[in-house]
C-alpha cells in the first residue's frame, strides 16, 4: 500500500465521524480487521443497521484465562431496534460464535443463512436457551430488509453452504464475499459462482470486501479432491489406532476420513462435544454421507481392536480443554501411546503455533508419529490464494476495495492485488476495527472512527475482564507474587509486627527477602513518623517502592507486590 492510503487511515483513525446524512451508506467493521477472528460488519443507511456476522476470536497465550473474545458491541448497543437482519455467511466460529451474545441483548434480531449455517445456529442458541428469528436464504436468492435489498451468492469454503452477499442500496452496492475460495473440483459439486461475479460486476459494485486470509499466499489454494489419497495412503500404512484431528465443522474432512475408514475396514468414532453435535447436524440434513456400520460410540471404541480404530477429534489448534491436547497431557479416557498414527488436517491460525507445537510435542514424547500440513498434504486452505483474488478482481472490477477478514499482512497483500489490477490506490481502503467508511453516490472513503476494543468472555463473565486483569494474570504467572504485612501504631510511629513476606513463584528460598525486611521497616517508620498525615494507602506505596526496587536490582524480576498495612 502507498504511503498515502496509510496516512489517510491515521487521519481518519483520531476522527470522530461526522452525523450520518440521508442517503448515505455507512460501513463499520467491529472485528476481522487486522485480527483472523471476530468478524462483523454492521452496514447503516437511512437509520437502519444490517450486520454481517458475528463471530468470536480465540485467545492467544498472552491471554490467560479468557475463553474466547467477542467483537465490541458498544457502538450499536443502544442502536438494536434500529437492526433490520443479522446476515451470516457461513458456520464458522469466527462468523457466528458471537450471536449468542448479541442475542442476550436482543433475542428477536432475525438471522438470515445458509440451511446448514442456520441449523449450527440454533444448536448453539439451544445451548443458551435462546428461540431465534430465522429466515433460511440460497445461492440466487433476493431479499429485502428495510433499505437493503440483499442477493445471496454460492462460495466455496471449507464448510458447506457458504454465501457471499450482494447489497443494493440507495447510496450504492456492496459486495462482501465472506470467506470463500475458488475450488474447482469440489468434494460437494458446489463452486464460487463466478458467473453471478460477473453480472454482479456488469451491474457496478461500487464497494467490494473481499477475504484477504491468504491474498500473501501465491498461486491458487489445492483443491480439497487432493487430500483424499494422502489420507488414504496413511490409513493404508498405519498399524495401530489412527487420530485424525479438524475443526469440528470441517464436513468435507470428515466425509475424507470416513470414507478412507471404510476403504481400509476401520471404524470411526467422533471425539468432541462440538464435533459430535455437528456431524450429526450434516449427516441429518445431508451434507455428510456416512457408510453403514461406520461409525462406533466412544464408549464402545475399545470393543473394536485398535488396528481397526479411527478417532475424529477436536483439538486441532492445540486448544487446552479440546480432545486432543488432554489425550496429549494423559487426561483423556484415550491413552496415545507407540505405534499410534495422529494425523492435524487443519491450519495454523496465526496465533495457535506455540500451542499446536506443544501438542505435538507431547504427542511424540509419548510414541505417536504425528502427520501435519507442515510434513504431508493432508489439509488445504479454505481462503483464496492471490491468483484467484485476481480472478476476482478483474471480473468485478469493483470501483473500490475494503479488504477484510485478516491480520495487517493480509490486508495489505489483498489492497496491493487490488491496484495491481487497475483499482486506483487513493479507492483502497486500509481500515481497522471501528473505521468509519461512507458510501455516497457510488463514492466511499474513510471519515472517522468510532471506540471499539476487545471483549473478553471469562467463565460466566463477559466484558468485566479487562486488559489491566489480563496483564496482572501474565505478571502472576511469568513474574510471581509478593505480599507484605505490616501492622504499625500510628501513636508513636512503631512498627507492632512484620513485615512478613510471603512468597509464590520469585525465589526458591524465603530466606532470600531477609535483608530487605530491615529496609521496609524503617522506610515504613520513617514515613509513620515525618508523614502522620499519610492515609493507609500512601503507606502500602512506600511499601511497594522500597521491595519492588530491591526485587528489581537483586533478583531482576518484576512479580506482583500486594502490600498490606493494618494500623494499631
Not at 522506610?523 to 498525615?533: G, I, N
Amino acid at each position: 500500500m502507498s504511503e498515502t492510503t496509510v496516512a489517510l487511515a491515521d487521519a481518519a483513525r483520531s476522527t470522530d465521524p461526522p452525523a450520518l446524512e440521508a442517503g448515505t451508506l455507512r460501513v463499520i467493521p467491529l472485528g476481522g480487521i487486522g485480527e483472523v477472528g471476530r468478524n462483523m460488519t454492521v452496514f447503516e443507511i437511512d437509520g437502519k443497521l444490517l450486520i454481517v456476522d458475528c463471530g468470536v476470536l480465540f485467545p492467544e497465550e498472552t491471554q490467560p484465562g479468557v475463553d474466547v473474545i467477542l467483537p465490541d458491541f458498544a457502538p450499536i448497543k443502544d442502536r438494536l431496534d434500529d437492526v433490520v437482519g443479522l446476515v451470516l455467511t457461513h458456520g464458522h466460529e469466527d462468523h457466528i460464535g458471537a450471536v449468542p451474545y448479541l442475542l442476550r441483548l436482543k433475542e428477536d434480531i432475525p438471522l438470515i443463512g445458509s440451511r446448514f449455517t442456520l441449523a449450527l445456529v440454533e444448536a448453539k442458541l439451544a445451548e443458551h436457551r435462546i428461540s431465534p428469528v430465522t429466515l433460511t436464504v440460497s445461492e440466487g436468492q433476493t431479499e429485502t430488509f428495510g433499505p437493503f435489498e440483499a442477493e445471496f451468492v454460492a462460495v466455496n469454503h471449507s464448510i458447506p453452504d457458504a454465501l457471499a452477499v450482494f447489497l443494493r442500496t440507495s447510496a450504492g452496492t456492496v459486495l462482501h464475499t465472506g470467506d470463500f475460495k475458488m475450488d474447482q473440483l469440489p468434494l460437494d459439486g458446489r463452486i464460487t459462482d463466478l458467473r453471478a461475479f460477473a453480472r454482479l460486476g456488469e451491474e457496478g459494485v461500487d464497494l467490494f470486501l473481499p477475504d484477504s486470509t491468504n491474498a500473501d499466499v501465491p498461486g491458487f489454494t489445492t483443491a480439497e479432491r487432493d487430500i483424499g489419497p494422502v489420507l488414504s495412503r496413511y490409513f493404508a500404512s498405519a498399524d495401530q489406532r489412527i487420530i485424525v484431528a479438524s475443526f469440528s465443522s470441517h464436513v468435507h474432512r470428515v466425509q475424507q476420513v470416513l470414507d478412507a475408514a471404510a476403504e481400509h475396514g476401520r471404524r470411526v468414532a467422533l471425539v468432541g462435544r462440538s464435533m459430535v453435535r455437528n456431524m450429526a447436524i450434516a449427516a441429518e440434513l445431508g451434507y455428510l454421507r456416512v457408510p453403514e456400520g461406520i461409525l462406533v460410540d466412544l464408549k464402545k471404541i475399545h470393543e473394536v481392536p485398535q488396528e481397526k480404530q479411527v478417532l475424529m477429534s477436536t483439538g486441532s489448534q492445540g486448544e487446552p480443554m479440546a480432545a486432543l491436547s488432554r489425550m496429549a497431557t494423559g487426561d483423556h479416557p484415550v491413552q496415545v501411546g507407540p505405534g499410534d498414527l495422529v494425523i492435524l488436517a487443519s491450519s495454523l491460525i496465526p496465533g495457535n503455533e506455540n500451542a499446536v507445537f506443544r501438542v505435538i510435542n507431547a504427542l511424540m514424547r509419548l510414541g505417536a508419529e504425528v502427520v501435519h500440513k507442515g510434513n504431508a498434504r493432508v489439509h488445504v486452505s479454505g481462503h483464496a490464494s492471490a491468483g484467484e483474488l485476481l480472478y476476482c478482481y478483474n471480473i468485478i472490477r469493483p470501483a473500490h476495495v475494503m479488504p477484510v477478514h485478516g491480520e495487517t499482512r493480509h490486508l495489505i497483500a489483498n489492497g496491493r492485488l487490488a491496484e495491481s489490477t487497475g483499482v486506483p490506490t487513493e479507492r483502497v481502503l486500509l481500515t481497522e476495527d471501528g473505521s468509519v467508511v461512507d458510501l455516497r453516490d457510488g463514492i466511499a472513503q474513510q471519515v472517522g472512527h468510532v471506540d471499539c476494543g476487545y471483549v473478553y468472555v471469562d467463565g460466566s463473565k463477559v466484558g468485566a475482564v479487562t486488559d489491566d486483569d489480563l496483564k496482572d494474570r501474565r505478571i502472576l504467572g511469568e513474574e510471581g507474587f509478593i505480599s507484605v504485612i505490616s501492622v504499625v501504631n500510628r501513636q508513636d510511629g512503631t512498627i507492632v509486627s512484620g513485615p512478613d513476606i510471603h512468597v509464590r513463584g520469585v525465589a526458591e528460598d524465603d530466606a532470600v527477602f531477609d535483608g530487605i525486611r530491615p529496609k521496609i521497616a524503617a522506610a515504613l517508620q520513617e514515613a509513620v513518623r515525618d508523614h502522620p498525615e499519610h492515609t493507609t494507602h500512601q503507606l502500602q506505596q512506600v511499601v511497594r517502592r522500597t521491595i519492588g526496587a530491591w526485587v528489581g536490582r537483586k533478583l531482576r524480576r518484576r512479580p506482583m507486590i500486594v502490600p498490606v498495612v493494618l494500623e494499631v
